[in-house]
């Protein structure tokens, strides 16, 4: 007596699916690229530029608190993120118009409403990220990918035949 999992002779259809499976991969190929363009991407302040805060706090964050107390400083959206510690908080605020002095006067209204709300917490950094950095980061981004896929192309070719490698890559656009 052997004990089976997986019956010696099984006979199920997977391919009765097939049309049902490349419906709805096709369906969902359309929306990504429709969204892609409509309503477009989001670029965050690492693209677009911006400001970053990062703070240490004395206890844990408390990050319902922190969005309460920075998103009504009319400074645009806030992104909040842990790193670190569970003390350590990243504030990202989008670029504050084309001007530097606006910038400038965004991140010190964020920084002086978080040492008055929290007198105890360490402002270990304050920055701004200009345009230029955030361009050269997304040329980079998309040289990295363009040579990720030539790289899987020439794998898939040598491994396999070249038309599948076409086919993968196609994919993947």
């Known amino acids: 007596m052997r004990l089976r999992f997986i019956p010696d ?4 259809p997977f391919m009765r699916g097939r049309f049902a499976g490349l419906g709805v991969s096709f369906l969902l190929s359309v929306i990504s690229v429709v969204l ?12 677009k530029g911006g400001i970053v805060v990062e ?4 206890q844990p964050a408390d990050f319902p608190a922190l969005r309460g107390l920075l998103g009504g400083l ?5 992104a909040l993120q842990e790193f670190g510690s569970p003390n350590d908080v990243r504030i990202r605020m989008e670029r504050q118009g084309d001007v530097d002095v606006a910038t ?5 209204k964020v920084t ?10 360490e402002i270990r950094r304050a920055s701004s990220i200009g345009a230029s950095i955030s361009g050269e980061q997304f040329q980079s981004g998309m040289i990295a990918m363009g040579l990720a896929l030539i790289a899987m192309l020439i794998y898939i070719w040598f491994r396999f035949e ?12």
């Open 9 to 12: 002779h099984t006979n199920y």
């Open 36 to 47: 892609f363009f409509y309503p477009g991407l989001n670029y965050g302040p690492d693209f």
């Open 55 to 58: 703070a240490r706090f004395v």
């Open 74 to 78: 009319g400074v645009g959206n806030i």
């Open 104 to 108: 400038t006067a965004a991140s010190k």
């Open 112 to 121: 002086d409403a978080l040492q008055k709300a929290y007198p105890d917490v």
């Open 162 to 173: 070249w038309q599948f490698g076409i086919g993968a890559i196609a994919t993947l656009v």
